[in-house]
């Protein structure tokens, strides 16, 4: 498979996909959090695509799934063994588009929710990565935020609020 898409194609896991998962210990904790909802956050070291709203995300994930949410910051350097640890039973994840996003291969397999926030002119790698994973992906664009490197993002909280009703644990 190839991030490098540009449009949402029909994807499922092949052998050498699973193959490659397979590799991280993606088995779920029995001392985790039933479903944990986690949100990547970039942090203040990214400039770009920042959610403008990331306080009222949080809040309408907490008022809609009665859920905390676990706000998680990666580093470039983090080792892997980490990034599946802190990941690995994370049944919703959302975040702003971005390298961080291709985390969601290590989210509990299969079955799981994937919400990102978008501008208008991004391709769809992260779409293609959830369905490979067997995740539902609800892409949420903000059509103000024009480009790829736009440093703000405003996330749409009613889309947000639908996809959670419609499609949340």
Not at 71 to 99: E, F, Q, W, Y
């Amino acid at each position: 498979w190839d991030l490098a898409w540009d449009t949402t194609l029909r994807c499922h896991e092949t052998s050498m996909f699973a193959a490659f998962v397979g590799q991280f210990e993606l088995r779920s904790s029995h001392h985790a959090a039933k479903n944990p909802v986690c949100f990547l956050d970039r942090g203040s070291v990214s400039k770009m695509r920042n959610l403008v709203n990331k306080r009222q995300v949080l809040d309408a994930i907490e008022s809609e799934l009665q859920h905390e949410v676990r706000s998680i910051i990666l580093k470039a350097d983090d080792p892997t063994s980490h990034v599946v640890a802190t990941l690995k039973n994370c049944r919703v994840m959302v975040g702003a588009h971005g390298a961080n996003m291709v985390n969601v291969i290590f989210a509990r397999p299969a079955g799981g929710l994937v919400i990102e926030f978008l501008t208008a002119d991004l391709p769809a790698y992260y779409a293609n990565l959830a369905a490979l994973r067997n995740h539902t992906y609800v892409g949420s664009v903000d059509h103000k935020a024009r480009r790829y490197v736009s440093s703000r993002i405003e996330a749409d909280i009613p889309k947000l609020r639908e996809a959670l009703r419609r499609y949340g644990p």
